[in-house]
């Protein structure tokens, strides 16, 4: 049986594992141009890091892999949305970030995009 109500009221953070947090930060705020929201010790001397766009509530939590598992070359399932991706593209690579080398067009009802990848691997999606 559906149910006809939920009480979640927003997608609030995405968590992609990092083994560098500070690698994960600079790469997040320098290069793609979020801000850090939170940095916050936990546990046994791991730290909680989260990033954001302006104005945007949802965050990437750039978090230690849980015990044992694994961080980097991960499909994050994150998509980038920019009004310009032709010049967010070319920032991109002028920058030294690891992007597709052209941006894909498939034509309707599919958006121009590429793929981008952090310095650890993960993937994520650049929408127009």
Known sequence: MPMSTTRVNKIATV???VADQDGAVDFYVN???FEKRVDV???????WIEVGLAGEATTIALGPPPQGGAAGE?????????????AYHG???????DVDAE????????PPMFWLRDPEGNTLMVVQ
């Open 103 to 110: 941006v894909s067009r498939m034509g309707d009802p599919v």
């Open 41 to 47: 010790p936990f546990g046994n001397g791991y730290r």
């Open 31 to 33: 290069k793609l141009g």
């Open 74 to 86: 991960r499909e994050t399932g994150i998509s980038l949305q920019t009004d310009d991706i032709d």
């Open 91 to 97: 920032q991109l690579q002028q920058a030294g970030v």
């Open 15 to 17: 968590i992609v594992p």
